[in-house]
């Protein structure tokens, strides 16, 4: 008995094709045949689970992600390399799958649960729940074919999770439904980890895997780029999806200690950035409310045609708190000639909580850097808020409030 | 597998329940149809050939001969043709939900088996119905029923799982087998008696599997005789082996057979 809920090591998945399906029968009885075209889907990727970890896995379409799950909870076989898993999984892979549309929800929820290995006793002593945690009322005793796609979701999560997994893959399929449910999903995951379930989270949602997860993965073209701390992977996958075109990564320790990624073609790039006080002197600890300059000098390499600014203020954990271009403030800076430096000074009163932020600029010729990313530069500045002048007050965001009460 | 099997039980049974309402849940007449199809079938066949063929049964004195004795081939041919016809479809017709969720495979022929036993046994029911009603008294042979019964479904499925696992990757399978399916049933004795057949063609006749489950039915639910064991026998030898074939090639393929779904 190991610690560990999941142990995956040189896992591999090979997509075969035979030519002929001859061949394909003749392997089965043993006969060694070559296939025609091997497609490998996935290939060594190794990493193993803690009880309790949470784990987000990140990459392009057809990076591997799906494969890597479906080997996860067994629907694929690997084809090299082991997995070994220590305990239940339950997946919410494709909610509403195994539906039958002509079956009310409950007898639906009894099918699916059965179909998860559950007996008809063990549901019936959970099925009130799954009732009032789907929350669509009289439509659970009503044909599933009359629900909308969200109320289909709703009672599937509330199906697949009913029984506490000792792991629990979520795909973005969570993103279906409104806000509310959405919510509710999220905290019954939280439950879920707090009582030890792991958790496998897919997602191209940043704010998701860096709030819910302890590490990521990045995977690209079926391989294991990196495993890693959240934020660090988030912001080598948004740097890896400007990378398409054979340009620069590069990834270096920060001086904080945290991973900095840098990317992009250089034509222009941040010489210089720095947060000013109103006296104009650089400081690193900004009083809550304080009004500052962030300071940032271009200096443009080669003849650009349009030169958009970006910046983005970010929080410990990677998440955005704030961010604008001068495409969106209709500032974009045309014809940009060779050897020229650009200064922007960005003045705005620092209305965020206490706490450790970082800023990352992005040099781009229009709003996003998937055109043309000139630089993307993650922890190009660091600061810290501290709260000195102000009420005591808890979040990430300064929103002053007038308060009145009367006795009455 | 057999564990597999019984941890899986209750989702087994309510597929199979499902099965059967799916079917019938919107349709006005609900599990009528069940029985009022194979039975329309049954007076078609009786209403064209009752003239041409009533004559040729021998020691019966029912007037109805011709309609039990085309009720007890029917009986074991739609059993026969519907475990064949779904099995060979049963991969393929899931494959979604065997890309997405994880359960035994094993779960989907016992489901097919067990759906198509339910449905054929209430056709029996039925068929006993209609003899009662026009006077032909059940005897203590009918008491062989179940052990035919297994006996075809032993060897519909051991058949239909083989073709099912190959359709899975040969998809001209299922298309072939709608053909096949259907000159097999003209080439077994069960509108027409095996007595028409030209001599030198008994013994091909005898090579036919279903010719000797067919016959048994009709010589329990006709002529109320313990059935021809021999024959029985050897169809259930057969029919098992060709089980555990298909059994053993289901385990290789199953790894790749979610691939090519």
Not at chain 1, 282 to 304: C, N, S
Not at chain 2, 65 to 81: C, D, E, N, P, Q
Request: glycine share 8%; with cysteine.
């Amino acid at each position: 008995m190991t610690d560990k809920l999941l142990t995956v090591n040189a896992l591999g998945k090979a997509y075969r094709d035979y030519g002929t399906e001859w061949k394909r029968f003749a392997s089965w009885v043993g006969v060694q045949v070559q296939p025609k075209v091997e497609h490998w889907a996935l290939k060594d990727v190794s990493f193993n689970v803690a009880h309790g970890e949470a784990i987000g896995i990140v990459g392009q379409n057809g990076a591997g992600k799906s494969t890597l799950l479906k080997l996860i909870t067994g629907t694929l076989r690997a084809t090299s390399g082991s997995l070994a898993v220590n305990g239940r999984i339950a997946a919410i892979l494709e909610l509403g799958m195994g539906f039958n549309p002509d079956l009310s929800g409950r007898e639906n929820v009894y099918h699916v649960a059965g179909l998860m290995g559950f007996s008809r006793k063990a549901i019936d002593g959970v099925i009130d729940d799954i009732e009032e945690f789907a929350e669509i009322g009289s439509y659970f005793n009503e044909p599933t074919r009359t629900y909308s796609t969200g109320m289909q979701m709703r009672v599937a999560f509330s199906t697949a999770t009913a029984f506490r997994p000792d792991a629990l893959i979520v795909d973005e399929a969570l993103s279906v439904g409104d806000a509310y449910f959405q919510h509710k999903c999220f905290k019954r995951i939280r439950e879920f980890r707090e009582l030890g379930t792991s958790l496998l989270i897919v997602s191209h949602d940043s704010g998701a895997v860096q709030s819910l997860c302890d590490r990521a993965l990045l995977l690209d073209g079926g391989r294991m780029v990196k495993d890693g701390d959240p934020a660090e992977i988030m912001d080598l996958y948004n740097a890896l999806i400007a990378e398409r075109e054979n340009r620069t990564v590069m990834i270096s320790k920060h001086e904080s200690g945290r991973v900095q990624t840098v990317s992009g073609t250089r034509e222009a790039s941040v010489e210089q950035i720095a947060l000013l006080n109103e006296a104009g002197d650089p400081i690193e600890f900004v009083d809550v409310g304080q009004p500052v300059v962030l300071h940032i000098k271009v200096a443009v390499r080669e003849d650009i045609p349009r030169l958009v600014l970006g910046y983005m203020i970010k929080d410990r954990l990677g998440q955005p708190v704030f961010g604008t271009n001068t495409h969106h403030t209709g500032q974009a800076l045309e014809n940009v000639k060779a050897g020229q430096c650009v200064q922007f000074r960005i003045a705005f009163p620092m209305n965020l909580g206490p706490g450790s932020y970082s800023v990352s600029t992005a040099l781009a010729s229009s709003e996003t850097h998937l055109v043309n990313n000139y630089e993307w530069r993650d922890l190009a500045l660091v600061f810290s808020v501290s709260n000195m002048s102000r009420t005591r007050f808890v979040g990430t965001a300064w929103v002053p409030p007038v308060i009145e009460t009367a006795q009455l | 597998m057999l564990l597999a099997i019984w941890r899986y039980r209750h989702f087994i049974v309510s597929s199979i329940k499902n099965d059967l309402r799916s079917r019938f849940v919107r349709s006005k007449l609900g599990a009528a149809w069940m029985i009022l199809q194979p039975l329309a079938q049954v007076a078609i066949y009786a209403l064209v050939l009752s003239r041409v063929l009533a004559a040729k049964l021998p020691g019966i004195n029912n007037r109805y001969a011709y309609v039990i004795y085309l009720m007890a081939g029917m009986t074991a041919w739609s059993l026969f043709s519907e475990l064949l016809s779904r099995s060979v479809n049963m991969f393929v017709d899931n494959g979604s939900l065997m890309k997405k969720i994880m359960f035994p495979r094993v779960c989907l022929p016992v489901i097919v088996a067990g759906s198509a036993l339910v449905n054929n046994v209430l056709l029996l029911a039925a068929a006993i119905g209609v003899f009662l009603l026009v006077g032909h008294m059940p005897t203590a042979a009918y008491l062989w029923l179940p052990a035919l019964f297994v006996v075809n479904v032993i060897f519909s499925l051991g058949l239909g799982l083989l073709l099912g696992v190959i359709n899975v990757f040969v998809r001209d399978v299922a298309q072939v087998m709608t053909v096949v399916l259907q000159l097999w049933f003209w080439l077994t004795p069960v509108v027409y008696m095996p007595t028409i057949i030209p001599e030198p063609l008994k013994m091909a006749l005898e090579l036919n599997p279903m010719y000797h489950i067919v016959l048994s039915f009709q010589t329990v639910m006709l002529y109320g005789q313990a059935p021809h064991v021999r024959g029985l026998i050897a169809v259930g030898v057969f029919g098992l082996l060709m089980l555990g074939v298909s059994l053993l090639m289901f385990r290789r393929a199953a790894p790749e057979m979610v691939d090519v779904l």
